[in-house]
């Protein structure tokens, strides 16, 4: 028996949870078959954690797996014993989640994409796509801490080009709905998107604010990009978490967590969709076209 600790509902962690149970069965585990899997969910209560992830533990599950750094930090707490499997896109070693990458020791190891050290790149593509752009808006989790390094990163950037940021932060499915027209008061020229499930499993709400106001928009993954947003840059999420499958799988079988190094994405994908170029009335630069990994026509 698996557990799954979501800060999330389930329906908004969906292909989260979908792609781990891909991973978890390219290793011969199905749910039903020869898997239970025990989802607690906190429904973005974050102080209901800690008895989430006690219970997990009083049921005595093989392993614990998470999504994200809040609900790491509590499972981790919570055991010492029992293995623990994070996807999320932070840095362990600064949160104290594991000693070092290669050797993560305890009984803690995972999956990152890595996304948060991003923004210097998703703000200079976005400045390529719209040169005129001299303002941005970056919309962030206020409920995920790892926020702080992205804000840290993304001004460093401005600071150094001499541009403006505007933060929005949010923490709930209903502060999306005002979060474009913020920025369209705010007059940015162009948004970033941070890295984070909460606006994963809400893209399409996202990608439909994005399009009614007419602003050009980067996001963190190619799953935005697919979706119908204007561009992204970073590794996937849903690999991720099929990667966290993987390594429950393989804790399942006898591997022991310290010595299964924190893994990280080997590749970067910049996927430009041209359908959502031409709506907005954007001529993407030749430059950029070419350096695409994929161009959505």
């Not at 041209?274 to 994929?294: F, G």
Request: overall charge neutral; hydrophobic content about 50%.
């Amino acid at each position: 028996m698996v557990g799954f600790l979501l800060v999330s509902a389930p329906e908004a962690a969906a292909d989260q949870l979908t792609a781990f149970r891909k991973g978890l069965s390219e290793m011969g585990y199905v749910e039903g078959r020869n898997l239970a899997i025990e989802i607690r969910s906190a429904h973005n209560e974050y102080d209901r954690l800690p008895e989430l992830a006690a219970d997990l533990v009083r049921r005595r599950v093989a392993v614990i797996a998470v999504g994200s750094i809040a609900a790491a930090r509590v499972a981790k707490a919570a055991t010492t014993t029992i293995p623990i499997v994070f996807g999320f896109g932070g840095d362990p070693v600064q949160t104290g989640l594991v000693a070092s990458l290669n050797r993560p020791g305890g009984n803690i190891t995972g999956v990152v994409t890595m996304n948060l050290e991003l923004s210097a790149k998703r703000l200079g593509l976005l400045h390529e796509l719209v040169p005129e752009a001299t303002r941005f808006g970056v919309l962030v989790n206020a409920s995920n801490s790892a926020a702080v390094s992205l804000i840290r990163d993304a001004l460093a950037a401005a600071a150094h080009a001499g541009w403006q940021i505007e933060f929005l932060a949010v923490s709930t499915n209903r502060d999306l709905s005002a979060t474009f027209a913020s920025f369209a008061q705010k007059r940015v020229d162009a948004v970033m998107v941070a890295p984070e499930l909460l606006f994963v499993s809400r893209r399409v709400q996202l990608l439909t604010l994005a399009a009614r106001h007419a602003v050009p928009t980067i996001y963190p993954s190619r799953e935005f990009a697919e979706a119908g947003g204007l561009m992204s840059y970073g590794s996937s999420f849903t690999d991720m978490h099929r990667q966290a499958g993987i390594y429950t799988g393989r804790i399942l079988k006898g591997e022991k967590p310290a010595d299964l190094p924190v893994m990280q994405p080997t590749t970067f994908e910049f996927v430009i969709n041209l359908q959502t170029a031409q709506a907005l009335d954007i001529d993407v630069p030749p430059t950029l076209l070419a350096r695409a990994d994929e161009v959505i026509e």
